[in-house]
T-cell receptor
Framework: NAGVTQTPKFRVLKTGQSMTLLCAQD?????MYWYRQDPGMGLRLIHYSVGEGTTAKGEVPDGYNVSRLKKQNFLLGLESAAPSQTSVYFCASSYSIFNSVNTEAFFGQGTRLTVV | KQEVTQIPAALSVPEGENLVLNCSFTDSAIYNLQWFRQDPGKGLTSLLLIQSSQREQTSGRLNASLDKSSGRSTLYIAASQPGDSATYLC??????????????FGKGTKLSVKP
């Protein structure tokens, strides 16, 4: 039971470098999300997707881009990493969007990113 | 603005004790409320989901209640065990942050159950 898988699990970047985080889910979920978790801030929504080929901005989208070329994959890109993007990034997926009363969210294991 | 608060931030109890974790939210216009467990260095595991029209949900030793009108939820853990040690997160589903249906998280309660 793979569920939601994130790659990589750890990464250290230098300021200005770029990278892509990959999220893959095998539950045939339409909806996928990227969150970041920071000490004292809780989890905050970066971007989300309501289906293949769609993306939308969440609460803290600046400095990130996303793509959903395949239903099972959701990519989060950092074009020019900054120390403020040091965080733990979580991907999640759900069968329907969170405004459905019975929607359960499934999360990946997280990617710990450090930008120096 | 929807805000979720969890009290206490940390809790340490001896094994076998029954305990209650609290979650409050500022706007009662929610679709549902979920409780998650997060182990150190791990992802989030969904424990219980309470729909906005429901009052409580139970799973094993866990019982979660929801009082939407007062903006409160509690997670009751019976007969706590060392394996229950983790951070417990509360999240409400609501229209917020520019998205139709977002999960707004509290900062969590870090639980430590001593043998």
């Amino acid at each position: 039971n793979a569920g939601v898988t994130q790659t990589p699990k750890f990464r250290v970047l230098k300021t200005g470098q770029s990278m892509t985080l990959l999220c893959a889910q095998d539950m045939n979920h339409e909806y996928m999300y990227w969150y970041r978790q920071d000490p004292g801030m809780g989890l905050r929504l970066i971007h989300y997707s309501v289906g293949e080929g769609t993306t939308a901005k969440g609460e803290v989208p600046d400095g990130y881009n996303v793509s959903r070329l395949k239903k099972q994959n959701f990519l989060l890109g950092l074009e020019s990493a900054a120390p403020s993007q040091t965080s733990v990034y979580f991907c999640a997926s759900s069968y329907s969007i969170f405004n459905s009363v019975n929607t359960e969210a499934f999360f990946g294991q997280g990617t710990r990113l450090t930008v120096v | 603005k929807q805000e979720v608060t969890q009290i206490p931030a940390a809790l340490s109890v001896p094994e076998g004790e029954n305990l209650v974790l609290n979650c409050s939210f500022t706007d009662s216009a929610i679709y549902n409320l979920q409780w998650f467990r997060q182990d150190p260095g791990k992802g989030l595991t969904s424990l219980l989901l309470i729909q906005s029209s429901q009052r409580e949900q139970t799973s094993g030793r866990l019982n979660a209640s929801l009082d939407k009108s007062s903006g409160r939820s509690t997670l009751y853990i019976a007969a706590s065990q060392p394996g229950d040690s983790a951070t417990y997160l509360c999240a409400v589903s609501a229209n917020y942050g520019g998205s139709q249906g977002n999960l707004i998280f509290g900062k969590g309660t870090k639980l430590s159950v001593k043998p």
